[in-house]
């Protein structure tokens, strides 16, 4: 029995950004570059940050498993949603939980992290 490659995307010391194994991309938690929009636009940023990584493993939304999202406040679930029903593939919603959290950054709004088929 010989051992599935693991693919590694955008090596830091502490992190990657994403792994590949077995027909599996298993993403870092996204988070918005710019922490000056608000809750729709950060999370807007993160989708498509999720968008482009997927793409790179051979993928994309409609093949995603499982998304968690973590929100530094309940009053941005409605905001989040907005961003979150413009992007998602209807037809292909996955399961999904929402967690409120507090996040490394304070000008973080949200963190999402996404597992999904290649």
Do not use: C
């Not at 959290?101 to 597992?115: N, Q, S």
């Amino acid at each position: 029995m010989s051992k599935q490659e693991i693919q590694r995307f955008d090596i830091g010391a502490r992190l990657s950004e994403m792994a590949v194994h077995d027909g599996v991309a298993y993403l870092a938690g996204q988070v918005p570059e710019d922490a000056s929009a608000d809750i729709t636009g950060q999370t807007a940023q993160v989708l498509a940050a999720i968008d482009r990584l997927l793409e790179r493993a051979g993928s994309d939304k409609s093949r995603i498993l499982r998304a968690q999202i973590y929100l530094a406040d309940r009053a941005d679930f409605p905001g989040m949603n907005e961003a979150w029903d413009a992007w998602v593939s209807a037809g292909h919603t996955p399961p999904r939980a929402t967690v409120i959290a507090g996040l490394a950054r304070p000008e973080w709004k949200v963190e999402i992290v996404v597992t999904a088929a290649v």
